[in-house]
């Protein structure tokens, strides 16, 4: 595979024939498929940041992802795709989102016995440690990804009102559990620092390949309340930065206007403008270019820093709002012990309940990684949200 390449190819709709030619084309521009084996196991990483149809224009479109599949089991890899959307991270959440947003059909054609092919069933969530990190050192990821041996990331391009533009880097941001998205915004409100994070997380999983929908993509304020704008194309290439420069290029946008494209540059990983980067296929970015694709009216950092009282006040709701942690709930507690075993912090000690004991969290101590959680048994330990934070969490940031 040639690194320096983004390959872009023609692609006018979604119907099967025409998708089938288009990624074949674009795949076999930069060789992108050569590192698959027989035997591997390949995750795709997709956008399902809410469930919404396919139609919408908010995730990656399920004809596209059914032939990049068809193409990895024919060269005998077996196939999981998943995401974590904005909300719980968990299989009925998940259910909803596959099934609207046209994959479990999609899967269920393809491979019915699920054998070879499935949406993503593990919802364990495990402990990140990247020291090479800008913004996040320690964090917590959705850990379906250990379970791959390669990573495909397959996104849509789409306007962003706080990166400027979503696609193949920010996508990244769905591997961290939909109820923790909230808290890194809260950490990292300023759009340089969260940037950072996007660039931390694509150099710690490293996808061996990137691929974008932008057949139709979205336009106005994006990720989820854009307007659908039809651009015609799909595109690879094994350099995330390279790839959504041309994503950029091609929308009418530069490296000022998206905040990941800024960091990665700055951090030595990308390119500061389109003319560094090799484009091949079979037209020019300039015949398919839409010029006028309609920015985000909001473009700004959400910042929950404010100045006076009210600033203060409204500081503190936003805060507040915004946090979460995890809460027993005694009904349902059979009082195992399991989540005070596996808690890291050493946060949780049983107390007398009545008819057994429970759990009681330390919160100076909690560092919420969720732990407690993922290995309750009974599912007695939840995710506990502010009215605000619960509201928020539903508006997605992918
Ligand atoms: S979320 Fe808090 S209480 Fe639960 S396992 Fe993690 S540190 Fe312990
Ligand atoms: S793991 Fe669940 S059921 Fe067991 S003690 Fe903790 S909260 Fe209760």
């Given at each position: 595979?040639?690194?320096?390449?983004v390959?872009?190819?023609?692609?006018?709709s979604?119907?099967?024939?025409?998708v089938?030619?288009?990624?074949?084309k674009?795949?076999?521009?930069?060789?992108?498929?050569?590192?698959?084996k027989?035997?591997?196991?390949?995750?795709?990483?997709t956008?399902l940041?809410?469930?919404?149809?396919?139609d919408?224009?908010?995730?990656?479109?399920?004809?596209?992802?059914?032939?990049?599949?068809?193409?990895?089991?024919?060269?005998?890899?077996?196939?999981v795709?998943?995401?974590s959307?904005?909300?719980?991270y968990?299989?009925?959440?998940?259910?909803?989102?596959?099934?609207?947003?046209?994959?479990?059909?999609?899967?269920?054609?393809?491979?019915?016995?699920?054998?070879?092919?499935?949406?993503?069933?593990?919802?364990?969530?495990?402990?990140?440690?990247?020291?090479?990190?800008?913004s996040?050192?320690?964090?917590?990821?959705?850990?379906w990804?250990?379970?791959?041996?390669?990573?495909?990331?397959?996104?849509?391009?789409?306007?962003?009102?706080m990166?400027g533009?979503?696609?193949a880097?920010?996508?990244?941001?769905?591997?961290?559990?939909g109820?923790?998205?909230?808290?890194y915004?809260?950490?990292?409100?300023e759009?340089h620092?969260?940037a950072?994070?996007m660039?931390?997380?694509?150099?710690?999983?490293?996808?061996?390949?990137?691929?974008?929908?932008?057949?139709?993509?979205?336009?106005?304020?994006?990720?989820?309340?854009?307007?659908?704008?039809?651009?015609?194309a799909?595109?690879?290439?094994?350099?995330?930065?390279a790839?959504?420069?041309?994503?950029?290029e091609?929308?009418?946008?530069?490296?000022?206007?998206?905040?990941?494209?800024?960091?990665?540059?700055?951090r030595?990983?990308?390119?500061?403008?389109?003319?560094?980067v090799?484009?091949v296929?079979?037209?020019?970015?300039?015949?398919?270019?839409?010029a006028?694709f309609k920015?985000?009216?909001?473009?700004q950092?959400?910042?929950?820093?404010?100045?006076?009282?009210?600033g203060a006040?409204?500081?503190?709701?936003?805060?507040?709002?915004?946090?979460?942690?995890?809460?027993?709930?005694?009904k349902?507690?059979?009082?195992?012990?399991?989540?005070?075993?596996?808690?890291?912090?050493?946060?949780i000690?049983?107390?007398?309940?009545?008819?057994?004991k429970?759990?009681?969290?330390?919160?100076?101590?909690c560092?919420?990684?969720?732990?407690?959680?993922?290995?309750?048994?009974?599912?007695?330990?939840?995710?506990?949200?502010?009215?605000?934070?619960?509201?928020?969490?539903?508006?997605?940031?992918?």
């Amino acid at each position: 595979m040639s690194f320096e390449n983004v390959a872009i190819e023609k692609c006018p709709s979604y119907d099967y024939e025409v998708v089938k030619e288009a990624l074949d084309k674009v795949l076999a521009d930069i060789d992108a498929l050569d590192f698959v084996k027989p035997g591997m196991r390949i995750g795709i990483k997709t956008n399902l940041v809410a469930a919404m149809a396919p139609d919408k224009s908010v995730t990656t479109h399920p004809v596209l992802l059914k032939r990049l599949c068809e193409k990895l089991l024919e060269m005998g890899a077996s196939v999981v795709i998943g995401d974590s959307p904005g909300g719980l991270y968990t299989p009925m959440f998940l259910q909803n989102v596959y099934k609207t947003c046209g994959l479990e059909t999609m899967v269920k054609e393809l491979d019915p016995t699920g054998e070879k092919l499935k949406l993503n069933d593990d919802y364990s969530i495990h402990n990140g440690e990247f020291l090479d990190a800008v913004s996040i050192k320690t964090f917590i990821y959705t850990g379906w990804l250990d379970n791959v041996d390669a990573i495909i990331n397959f996104s849509k391009l789409k306007t962003h009102a706080m990166m400027g533009m979503s696609c193949a880097v920010k996508n990244m941001f769905g591997t961290i559990p939909g109820a923790t998205k909230p808290e890194y915004h809260m950490r990292f409100p300023e759009e340089h620092a969260f940037a950072n994070i996007m660039v931390d997380l694509n150099e710690f999983f490293k996808p061996k390949l990137y691929v974008v929908d932008a057949v139709d993509g979205m336009e106005g304020n994006g990720p989820t309340a854009g307007e659908k704008r039809h651009i015609g194309a799909v595109l690879a290439s094994a350099k995330p930065y390279a790839l959504d420069m041309v994503c950029a290029e091609l929308i009418g946008m530069g490296y000022a206007d998206v905040a990941t494209l800024i960091v990665a540059n700055e951090r030595g990983l990308g390119p500061k403008d389109f003319s560094e980067v090799t484009v091949v296929g079979s037209c020019p970015v300039s015949e398919i270019k839409v010029a006028d694709f309609k920015r985000a009216t909001i473009h700004q950092s959400i910042t929950f820093e404010g100045k006076g009282i009210q600033g203060a006040l409204t500081s503190a709701v936003l805060k507040l709002a915004y946090t979460t942690k995890p809460q027993v709930k005694v009904k349902e507690c059979i009082g195992c012990r399991k989540c005070a075993d596996t808690c890291p912090a050493k946060a949780i000690t049983m107390v007398d309940g009545g008819k057994n004991k429970i759990p009681q969290i330390d919160r100076s101590k909690c560092i919420k990684c969720f732990c407690c959680q993922e290995f309750c048994p009974k599912g007695a330990m939840k995710v506990h949200y502010n009215l605000l934070g619960r509201f928020a969490n539903r508006i997605n940031h992918v």
